[in-house]
């Protein structure tokens, strides 16, 4: 009788009616038809979606910036940061007449993920410097080879027409965060 | 005699057609009723609030492989199902569904055909519904359908007796064996079930166990039995025994309606018929769609209780049947004999 929780159970004979049992039966008919009015639980799925909460880490993208040009600039601080290891990347120079096509005078010339490696931390979003790398509100398709989960640059850059809205991971703390020189997490190396 | 003829070919088609679809929307019927009591949505994708379902299911059971066991005796396998299904059919054979339509001045009961020995028939053509189940389970070759086989028939045998003394109560009152003419009776007097409340309740319980519906679906049982009798069927020969068990549900649900609940009779009729200024035929099709309503009605209630009860197990299920039921019909016949007696209207 420490936590008061304890039931005691009473073993009484039963009365003729809840012998019957047809009360007991009756009351359960009424609960089942009354649940005929409740609310349904179901979301019909394909016509229906529910919306992701505004931190969900999905596929990644590689971002443009506003001239249609890669941000990325193959520096590997993603594939550092990368806890799972799933990031290769090989960096190449930018040659003459490319401006248009890379921000900086390097860009990657391979960028991979393995979908099946990367666990949708963040990370590598976090650690990049020139904001190139989101993780976003699309999932990963299903596919039956382990090679197709390899993406390519073909598969995490934006195409130019249709640029992926990452603003709805962006909210107003990570922003912050990522402006703060001394990030939260690192408090507590510096005794503060 | 051409329009008689006619006349037969014309009502059974429409009888067994009708006995097929409302079997064919009562499987789409308990998907719905079992999704809205669990607070789903049910079957939705099929056409317009899914009312395709049955043929996409029906079509489905059709393209299925079809598999004999090579252990299986093969002509016994393909029987079980066919008989199970020609059963189920043949019952729907003596329900008056309506008082009767006139043309040129003659007079066609809108029913079969009205034999004088018809609950009797009903009896006789059910219990062959067993040997549906019993040879199929037997033909299987295969343990667990054998136990199937085994727990249909003795609980179908058990529920049977119960049953039937239950309507010999019922017969006792209205002294005839044609479903026309007890429909009839209950046209002048009240329903059935205010003289045989007990009656109707006995036979209640054991219509849910002649159609092996929850809480007395022991024969198929997946933890138990894998599948029950119908373990080793597939395509549409177990089409064939889902289905059969929906047409003896709403042919369960109009004998109830008949026997207990004054068939296509309803309160004030001739009242509402006058009031209205129907000519005949117009007042045996109202009667017949509030006949339908009774019939809806106790197909719902099938299910509610599939539902919302959890099934029996085996020995409460025959504790049930031979202890309790069958004691008390035995009382309900007593009982309705002293009431006759009291009130002077022994036959």
Do not use: K, N
């Given at each position: 009788m420490l936590t008061n929780r304890s039931k005691i159970v009473v073993k009484k004979e039963m009365s003729f009616l809840e012998k019957l049992w047809i009360p007991a039966i009756l009351s359960g008919m009424m609960i089942t038809f009354k649940h005929i009015f409740y609310k349904k639980?179901?979301?019909?799925?394909p016509d229906q979606k529910r919306p992701f909460a505004p931190v969900y880490r999905g596929l990644h993208v590689l971002k443009r910036d506003e001239n249609g040009a890669e941000r990325c600039t193959a520096c590997g601080l993603c594939a550092v940061a990368c806890p799972a290891e799933a990031i290769t990347m090989i960096a190449d120079e930018r040659q003459k007449g490319e401006e248009a096509l890379y921000r900086e005078e390097k860009y990657a010339s391979m960028y991979e993920i393995n979908m099946l490696r990367?666990?949708?931390?963040g990370l590598c979003e976090e650690a990049c410097p020139k904001e190139a790398i989101f993780l976003t509100d699309r999932t990963v398709p299903s596919e039956f080879l382990r090679e197709t989960f390899i993406f390519g640059k073909d598969k995490l850059v934006e195409k130019i027409d249709q640029p992926i809205d990452?603003?709805?991971?962006?909210?107003q703390d990570v922003l912050e965060f990522k402006t703060d020189p001394v990030p939260l997490h690192n408090q507590m190396y510096n005794g503060q | 005699m051409t329009g008689f003829l006619i006349y037969k070919i014309v009502i059974v088609v429409i009888v067994f057609a009708m006995a097929l679809v409302i079997a064919m929307y009562s499987t789409y019927a308990e998907r719905k009723v079992s999704a809205v009591m669990q607070d789903r949505v049910g079957p939705n994708r099929a056409g317009p609030f899914g009312l395709l379902q049955p043929l996409a299911d029906g079509l489905k059971m059709f393209m299925k492989e079809e598999i004999i066991p090579n252990v299986a005796n093969k002509w016994l396998f393909i029987l079980g199902p066919c008989i199970a299904m020609l059963t189920a059919c043949m019952t729907a054979v003596v329900i008056p569904f309506g008082s009767g339509l006139v043309f040129d001045g003659q007079l066609y009961p809108m029913q079969i055909t009205d034999i004088n020995i018809g609950v009797l028939y009903l009896f006789g053509v059910v219990s062959i519904g067993v040997y549906g189940i019993m040879i199929g389970g037997w033909a299987s070759n295969n343990k667990y359908s054998l136990l199937g086989a085994l727990r249909a028939s003795s609980q179908m045998i058990s529920y049977e007796i119960a049953m039937g003394l239950a309507i010999i109560a019922l017969i006792m009152t209205?002294?005839?064996?044609?479903l026309s003419e007890i429909a009839k009776q209950q046209d002048a007097g009240f329903a059935n079930v205010v003289y045989q409340p007990l009656g109707f309740l006995i036979f209640l319980i054991c219509a849910f166990a002649e159609t092996n519906?929850?809480?007395?679906?022991?024969?198929?049982c997946e933890t138990e039995?894998?599948?029950?009798?119908?373990?080793?069927y597939s395509s549409m020969k177990l089409g064939f025994y889902l289905f059969a068990e929906y047409i003896n549900m709403f042919i369960s649900s109009a004998i109830l309606a008949t026997l207990y609940f004054g068939g296509y009779n309803f309160p004030f009729q001739h009242e509402v018929q006058e009031f209205l200024g129907l000519g005949q035929n117009a007042f045996a099709l109202l009667q017949t769609v509030l006949l339908f309503g009774k019939i809806f009605f106790f197909i719902f209630f099938f299910m509610w209780v599939r539902w919302t009860i959890p099934r029996f197990r085996y020995d409460q299920l025959m504790h049930l049947g031979w202890r309790i039921l069958l004691p008390l019909s035995f009382l309900n016949i007593v009982l309705t004999g002293l009431g006759m007696w009291a009130t002077g209207q022994l036959h």
């Open positions: 639980a179901t979301v019909r799925y990367c666990i949708f931390c990452v603003r709805i991971r962006q909210t | 209205t002294g005839t064996l044609s519906r929850a809480p007395f679906d022991l024969p198929e039995l894998i599948g029950g009798y119908h373990t080793e």
